[in-house]
């Protein structure tokens, strides 16, 4: 089989499996899903075509929140139609973090793809609420994917990152994510970075 076609029957294993975070045992172990400050953290794994309606509501506020000001001095704009059919594509799977109350306080939208020519688990967000930020949430969630890609043949975990988002870049660079092989060169005039890390 050639090289291309067994990268698109990863993947498509990959898609159709109901819950493979669970299944693969993905997710921290409970004693390493505390925060920085002894918070127990719980999580939770859903399509996003069965999220509730609360959830969804929940979701978009939050990535509003966290990133109109970005989006709005980007290249892209802010179109919060177009970002709405993205989070809730039909192909789109998340992780939701929940503090010792069950309120959720930070989430992932990942999707199983090929992206030239490998096939990655794509992280197209990570947000997690201000008073949650610095907590180590976001690398648990992160480590959750990157294990996930593992367990299910991916090449590795990508991510776009506004090229002007410090915070964002830091987190990644931080956790051993550099400039992938599609990222666009510095040359030519766009802002965002396209970064990755392989795990196989």
Aim: aromatic fraction near 12%; charged fraction near 25%.
């Amino acid at each position: 089989m050639a090289p291309a076609d067994q990268h698109k029957k990863v993947v498509k294993k990959a898609i159709k499996m109901k819950n493979p975070i669970e299944q693969l045992d993905c997710l921290p172990r409970h004693e390493n899903r505390q925060t920085n400050d002894g918070e127990v953290i719980s999580f939770e794994t859903h399509w996003a075509t069965h999220l509730s309606d609360s959830q969804s509501l929940w979701i978009f506020e939050l990535f509003r929140a966290n990133m109109f000001e970005f989006y709005s001095q980007s290249q892209w704009g802010w179109d919060p139609e177009s970002k709405r059919t993205e989070l809730f594509s039909t192909t789109s799977r998340y992780v939701l973090a929940k503090n010792e109350k069950g309120e959720a306080i930070g989430y992932t939208h990942y999707r199983f793809d090929v992206d030239h020519s490998s096939p990655v688990v794509y992280c197209y967000e990570i947000q997690v609420e201000e008073a949650y930020q610095q907590k180590g949430i976001g690398t648990m969630i992160l480590q959750t994917l990157e294990k996930l890609a593992k367990s299910t043949e991916m090449e590795k975990v990508m991510a776009t990152v506004f090229g002007f988002n410090h915070k964002s870049l830091g987190f990644f660079h931080k956790n051993d994510y550099t400039s992938d092989v599609s990222c666009p060169d510095e040359n030519a005039g766009l802002d965002y970075l396209i970064l990755s890390k392989r795990v196989i």
